[in-house]
Each structure stands twice: as structure tokens, then as C-alpha cells.
């Protein structure tokens, strides 16, 4: 009978921030998504749906601050909510970056983009999302030796990004008339390249949940 | 901070305390006090209290000492009538009847409204009789499915498992985390609608404490649970609801209900100053 209440309260916080994290992979999904398709209204709809996302994430804060406040966590407990603070933080983040992406679709518009550079976008995004599946279950599993060995995988995401930025730089100084369009694209590659960082993050607070410690994850 | 900058006025105008309280939603109210005052002799010991208390939700009553908690308490199953020279104002209502009054069977209002004390206080017999007490009282016996009674209140109180093979042995070598549940179980054996708790885990230590506060999660979905506590802690930690209680003024110390609502809402984000100084630690 070992705070059994508290216990099944701590364990809610973790079932709401995985609908959170689900939440925002589908919104990094459907904006890739659009972008490819050039889907102006899914795009909107995406952009308009994020606040959505936010309120979850105010919800999740909400409730862990009124666990703080009423069940006096300590030691472990009081670092996995603080963790959870951290987490929601970021994972609100990487959705705002897909209502970015959304956003750039919306201005693109219906304009032809090169098909190599889409797979590129598409490639980031998949090596972003599965790190942040893996961060999630590293999350629930209270992993932190998987926690340290994911942010490694961030490098490959900066490869991708350093690819299309030198791609799209080559573009813009053969054709003046491109520049503009390869601006926005350069910024989606961007908000993709920033989703490997807060995973990163992400990964940085599950280390700290399982073994007191608090310090920058090893990227490379 | 400095000493001076802590001290906080201990005076709030009524009209003031009360915009703090914070009427239910549901309708679904277990007790009602409706501008209840108490008095002994001239002294009002508790001003013009209101507050609805919900069915099977664990209601909080905290403050500092001497603001009329335990009174509070006390007035909801009249136990407050043993003292000489009491007299009331207002009216509480247990399931929308009036229990304040010449006509009210006060005996049936104790059997609906059980109560649990500060200190575990078993009744020197055995652990079986200790709980077939009430159930007796009112004509039980082994025919008429006592055995039954005693099990179901011992198992309530989460205590079945460790007396079930000493159930003829004294009470009194419990240990004191086990007396106090087996006072629960006494309580819950005249099958109440509400039970309060004075105080309950004051004289526990820790792990006693916990189990007290586990049972009470599971008690509320059967009863409707009031529990006074000096523990701060204690209250946000198993409470749905907390009411927050000083007292007016230094020179006429009558107990009012400062502010009361969701425990989350009184921990978190309180409405009144006095309440928010007082979770917070800086008076009382």
C-alpha cells in the first residue's frame, strides 16, 4: 500500500504526455505531408489545429504543478516531474515548428519545388521522429542508457541539413529569381533540423530522471 | 524575509472571507452548513459559517490552532452537545435534513455520522468485539449476520488480513497504526454515511500514516470522509476539497471559514491572502 493514489496520479502524467508526444507527431507528419502534396488546406488546417497542442500541454503542466503543490514528491518523484515540465516544454515546441513548416507551405503555395530536396525534408523528418518515438519509450522505460545513445543520431539530421542548406545556397547563386522560394524551404529544413535539438533535450531530462544528473547529452 | 515582513494581519472581515468560498457545482451535497455559528456560553466560538461539504469526496478542514477545526467538526454528528452551556445559530443539514434542533434523534445522527479521534482508542476487549460493539447496540447478533458485520468492517479498513486469526485477542496489542484502523473499522461497522476524522495519523508514525491515507482513498467511494488536520501536507495530499479556517480577530477569536475550495485550487492558486500565507508557511 506504498502511496498507491500517488503512484496511479504519476502514472497518468506519463499516459498524458505520450498523447502529447502522439499529438505532435501526427502534426510533423501531416505537415511533411502537406508540404509534399502542396495541400494548402490541410496545411491551415494544421496551423490552426496547434493550439490544441498547447492546450494539452498547459493541461499537463497544470497537473503537475498541483502534484508538486499537494503530494510533496521528493528524490526521484520531484525530478521526474520537473522532467515532465521540461519535456512538454519541448515537445510543444517541435510542434510549433511543424505549424512552421505549415506556414511556409501556406506561402509557397502552389509553386514546384525539387523533388530531390523534398526527400531530403522527408528523410530529416523521419530520422527526427524516430528519434523522438525512441526518446518517448526511452521516457516511459526510464531508459537512460538509450536517452544517451539517441541524441548521436542527431548528427545525421545535421548532415541532411548541411546538405540541402549547401544545395539550396549552389541554387540560389545560379538562379537570383530562386532565392525566395529557397529561403522558405531553407527554413523548413531549419524548424527540422531544430526537432533533432529538443529531442536532444528531451533525452537530457530522461537522463536526469534516472540518475540525478544534469548535463548536456554527447551529440556526435 | 524578515520576522516583521512574515507577520500577517490576523483579522478578515467576514463579508470578505466568504467571497472566498466557493459554491459546488453539483448538487449532490452530503452536508450543508448554512450560516452556522456556535457559541460556549457568550463566547462564539464559530461564526456564521456556509459550506457544502459533497457526497464521497474527502473534505479537508485546515488552520492554525484554536480557529474552531475540530468544533466544526464536532457540530456535524452534535457531538458538541456532551459540552455544558453550548448553544448554536444556523442550521446543517445531513442529506438536505436539518440536524440542528429539539426534535432530531441525535443517537441516529451518530450512527450516520461515524467519527474517528486523534488518538486510536479501542475499547479494552477483544479485536471482534471491539468491532461488534455498535452493531450490538442496535440488536445484532450472531444470527443476524454479526460475523458478517465484523468482517466486512475489518476488510473496509483494510485490517482483515492481518487480525483474521487473533480475532478473539485484546485490542489493546494492536500496534497503534492497527488500533486506529481498527477504530475505522469500528466506525464503518454501523454501516455511517459519513465519517469524520479528527486528527487521525497525528499519533502515527509514518508508514501507519500512509496506510490510513490509502484506506481513506478507498473508504470515499463509500462514504463521504471530513478530516481535520493540522498537517498541511497531509490535507493536499488526500483531499478532494479544503476548507481554510482562522479566526477573526486576536480579541474575539471566533473560528470562520476563510476560504474553501478544490484542494488543487487552495494549494496552487488560493483566492485570499491569508489562506495563501498560511499553505505557504508564513504564519500559523
Same mark, same amino acid.
Given at each position: 500500500m506504498a502511496r498507491e493514489t500517488f503512484e496511479r496520479q504519476l502514472q497518468a502524467m506519463v499516459d498524458q504526455v505520450l498523447v502529447l508526444g502522439s499529438m505532435v507527431e501526427q502534426a510533423v507528419l501531416d505537415s511533411l505531408d502537406a508540404l509534399k502534396r502542396r495541400d494548402l488546406k490541410a496545411a491551415r488546417r494544421i496551423f490552426e489545429g496547434d493550439y490544441v497542442i498547447n492546450e494539452k500541454r498547459y493541461a499537463i503542466e497544470s497537473g503537475c504543478v498541483t502534484l508538486i503543490a499537494t503530494q510533496q514528491p521528493m528524490a526521484r518523484d520531484v525530478r521526474f516531474l520537473a522532467a515532465i515540465l521540461e519535456i512538454i516544454t519541448e515537445l510543444e515546441r517541435i510542434a510549433d515548428y511543424a505549424k512552421g513548416i505549415c506556414k511556409i507551405t501556406q506561402i509557397i503555395s502552389e509553386e514546384a519545388i525539387d523533388p530531390v530536396l523534398i526527400d531530403e525534408l522527408q528523410q530529416m523528418s523521419n530520422l527526427a521522429l524516430d528519434m523522438l518515438r525512441r526518446a518517448l519509450d526511452a521516457f516511459v522505460a526510464g531508459d537512460a542508457d538509450t536517452a544517451r545513445e539517441i541524441p548521436k543520431e542527431d548528427s545525421k539530421v545535421d548532415k541532411l541539413y548541411n546538405q540541402i542548406y549547401r544545395n539550396l545556397m549552389e541554387q540560389m547563386t545560379k538562379d537570383i529569381s530562386t532565392v525566395d522560394r529557397a529561403n522558405h524551404i531553407m527554413w523548413a529544413a531549419h524548424n527540422l533540423e531544430r526537432m533533432g535539438d529538443r529531442v536532444t533535450n528531451i533525452c537530457e531530462r530522461i537522463v536526469y530522471v534516472a540518475t540525478g544528473e544534469m548535463r548536456e547529452l554527447d551529440t556526435t | 524575509m524578515t520576522e516583521e515582513q512574515r507577520r500577517v494581519p490576523l483579522s478578515i472581515p467576514l463579508d470578505i472571507a466568504q467571497k472566498n468560498v466557493d459554491p459546488l457545482v453539483?448538487? &449532490?451535497?452530503k452536508i450543508e452548513f448554512r450560516d452556522y455559528s456556535f457559541y460556549y456560553r457568550k463566547f462564539k466560538a464559530l461564526g456564521n459559517i456556509s459550506m457544502q461539504i459533497p457526497t464521497n469526496q474527502i473534505t479537508a478542514i485546515i488552520g492554525p490552532s484554536g480557529c474552531g477545526k475540530s468544533t466544526l467538526l464536532r457540530s456535524i454528528n452534535r457531538m458538541? &452537545?456532551?459540552?455544558?452551556?453550548v448553544h448554536t445559530e444556523g442550521d446543517i443539514f445531513l442529506n438536505g435534513e436539518n440536524i440542528i434542533g429539539q426534535g432530531v434523534d441525535v443517537v441516529d445522527v451518530r450512527r450516520r455520522v461515524g467519527m474517528v479521534f486523534q488518538r486510536p482508542n479501542p475499547f479494552p476487549k477483544s479485536i471482534y468485539d471491539n468491532v461488534a460493539y455498535g452493531p450490538r447496540l442496535y440488536g445484532f447478533n450472531r444470527h443476524d449476520g454479526l460475523d458478517e458485520i465484523v468482517y466486512n468492517a475489518l476488510k473496509q479498513a483494510a485490517l482483515w488480513d492481518e487480525v483474521k486469526d487473533k480475532l478473539h485477542q485484546s485490542a489493546m496489542a494492536l500496534s497503534g497504526g492497527q488500533q486506529q484502523r481498527l477504530c475505522i473499522s469500528r466506525a464503518l461497522a454501523v454501516e455511517p454515511e459519513v465519517v469524520l476524522m479528527d486528527e487521525p495519523a497525528s499519533a502515527l508514525d509514518p508508514v501507519a500514516t500512509l496506510k490510513i491515507e490509502e484506506l481513506m482513498q478507498t473508504l470515499k467511494e463509500t462514504y463521504t470522509i471530513i478530516i481535520v488536520t493540522h498537517n498541511m501536507q497531509q490535507a493536499a495530499r488526500v483531499s478532494d476539497r479544503t476548507a481554510f479556517m482562522m479566526i477573526d480577530d486576536p480579541e474575539r477569536r471566533t473560528g470562520i471559514l476563510v476560504e474553501y475550495g478544490s484542494t488543487a485550487q487552495i494549494f496552487t492558486n488560493p483566492k485570499n491572502k491569508q489562506t495563501e500565507d498560511y499553505v505557504t508557511g508564513r504564519f500559523g
Amino acid at each position: 500500500m506504498a502511496r498507491e493514489t500517488f503512484e496511479r496520479q504519476l502514472q497518468a502524467m506519463v499516459d498524458q504526455v505520450l498523447v502529447l508526444g502522439s499529438m505532435v507527431e501526427q502534426a510533423v507528419l501531416d505537415s511533411l505531408d502537406a508540404l509534399k502534396r502542396r495541400d494548402l488546406k490541410a496545411a491551415r488546417r494544421i496551423f490552426e489545429g496547434d493550439y490544441v497542442i498547447n492546450e494539452k500541454r498547459y493541461a499537463i503542466e497544470s497537473g503537475c504543478v498541483t502534484l508538486i503543490a499537494t503530494q510533496q514528491p521528493m528524490a526521484r518523484d520531484v525530478r521526474f516531474l520537473a522532467a515532465i515540465l521540461e519535456i512538454i516544454t519541448e515537445l510543444e515546441r517541435i510542434a510549433d515548428y511543424a505549424k512552421g513548416i505549415c506556414k511556409i507551405t501556406q506561402i509557397i503555395s502552389e509553386e514546384a519545388i525539387d523533388p530531390v530536396l523534398i526527400d531530403e525534408l522527408q528523410q530529416m523528418s523521419n530520422l527526427a521522429l524516430d528519434m523522438l518515438r525512441r526518446a518517448l519509450d526511452a521516457f516511459v522505460a526510464g531508459d537512460a542508457d538509450t536517452a544517451r545513445e539517441i541524441p548521436k543520431e542527431d548528427s545525421k539530421v545535421d548532415k541532411l541539413y548541411n546538405q540541402i542548406y549547401r544545395n539550396l545556397m549552389e541554387q540560389m547563386t545560379k538562379d537570383i529569381s530562386t532565392v525566395d522560394r529557397a529561403n522558405h524551404i531553407m527554413w523548413a529544413a531549419h524548424n527540422l533540423e531544430r526537432m533533432g535539438d529538443r529531442v536532444t533535450n528531451i533525452c537530457e531530462r530522461i537522463v536526469y530522471v534516472a540518475t540525478g544528473e544534469m548535463r548536456e547529452l554527447d551529440t556526435t | 524575509m524578515t520576522e516583521e515582513q512574515r507577520r500577517v494581519p490576523l483579522s478578515i472581515p467576514l463579508d470578505i472571507a466568504q467571497k472566498n468560498v466557493d459554491p459546488l457545482v453539483s448538487p &449532490d451535497n452530503k452536508i450543508e452548513f448554512r450560516d452556522y455559528s456556535f457559541y460556549y456560553r457568550k463566547f462564539k466560538a464559530l461564526g456564521n459559517i456556509s459550506m457544502q461539504i459533497p457526497t464521497n469526496q474527502i473534505t479537508a478542514i485546515i488552520g492554525p490552532s484554536g480557529c474552531g477545526k475540530s468544533t466544526l467538526l464536532r457540530s456535524i454528528n452534535r457531538m458538541n &452537545d456532551l459540552v455544558p452551556n453550548v448553544h448554536t445559530e444556523g442550521d446543517i443539514f445531513l442529506n438536505g435534513e436539518n440536524i440542528i434542533g429539539q426534535g432530531v434523534d441525535v443517537v441516529d445522527v451518530r450512527r450516520r455520522v461515524g467519527m474517528v479521534f486523534q488518538r486510536p482508542n479501542p475499547f479494552p476487549k477483544s479485536i471482534y468485539d471491539n468491532v461488534a460493539y455498535g452493531p450490538r447496540l442496535y440488536g445484532f447478533n450472531r444470527h443476524d449476520g454479526l460475523d458478517e458485520i465484523v468482517y466486512n468492517a475489518l476488510k473496509q479498513a483494510a485490517l482483515w488480513d492481518e487480525v483474521k486469526d487473533k480475532l478473539h485477542q485484546s485490542a489493546m496489542a494492536l500496534s497503534g497504526g492497527q488500533q486506529q484502523r481498527l477504530c475505522i473499522s469500528r466506525a464503518l461497522a454501523v454501516e455511517p454515511e459519513v465519517v469524520l476524522m479528527d486528527e487521525p495519523a497525528s499519533a502515527l508514525d509514518p508508514v501507519a500514516t500512509l496506510k490510513i491515507e490509502e484506506l481513506m482513498q478507498t473508504l470515499k467511494e463509500t462514504y463521504t470522509i471530513i478530516i481535520v488536520t493540522h498537517n498541511m501536507q497531509q490535507a493536499a495530499r488526500v483531499s478532494d476539497r479544503t476548507a481554510f479556517m482562522m479566526i477573526d480577530d486576536p480579541e474575539r477569536r471566533t473560528g470562520i471559514l476563510v476560504e474553501y475550495g478544490s484542494t488543487a485550487q487552495i494549494f496552487t492558486n488560493p483566492k485570499n491572502k491569508q489562506t495563501e500565507d498560511y499553505v505557504t508557511g508564513r504564519f500559523g
